[in-house]
Nanobody, 111 residues
Framework: VQLQACGGGWVQTGRSLRLSCVAS????????MGWYRRAPGKQRELVAT???????TYGDFVKGRFTISRDSAKNTVDLQMNSLRSEDTAVYYC??????WGRGTQVTVSS
């Protein structure tokens, strides 16, 4: 199973960024797809996940700023991040049930 993420980069405080991830090599339905992140000096934490049935879970820090979506037929999961803050700076990892992890994509938020 491989996870390929894209969409990271640098963005100004208050702006938006969209991350996308595609999973390949899985011949069965993926139960949970989502995103985690690791900020410098901190442990990895949940950002958002979505089950195949559409149930979502968000990290407490999200507070309505991020939205996760997925296309189960295409094995893709996206994360729309709005109103970004400097504390959102982290490496974001795509995740699917397994667990399987993507290599991570850097998101840097600054003014």
């Amino acid at each position: 199973v491989q996870l390929q993420a894209c969409g990271g980069g640098w963005v100004q405080t208050g702006r938006s960024l969209r991350l996308s991830c595609v999973a390949s090599g899985s011949d069965f339905g993926i139960h949970i797809m989502g995103w985690y992140r690791r900020a410098p000096g901190k442990q990895r934490e949940l950002v958002a996940t979505m089950t195949r049935s559409g149930s979502t879970t968000y990290g407490d820090f999200v507070k309505g700023r991020f939205t996760i979506s997925r296309d189960s037929a295409k094995n893709t999961v996206d994360l729309q991040m709005n109103s970004l803050r400097s504390e959102d700076t982290a490496v974001y990892y795509c995740y699917i049930t397994g667990p399987y992890w993507g290599r991570g994509t850097q998101v840097t938020v600054s003014s």
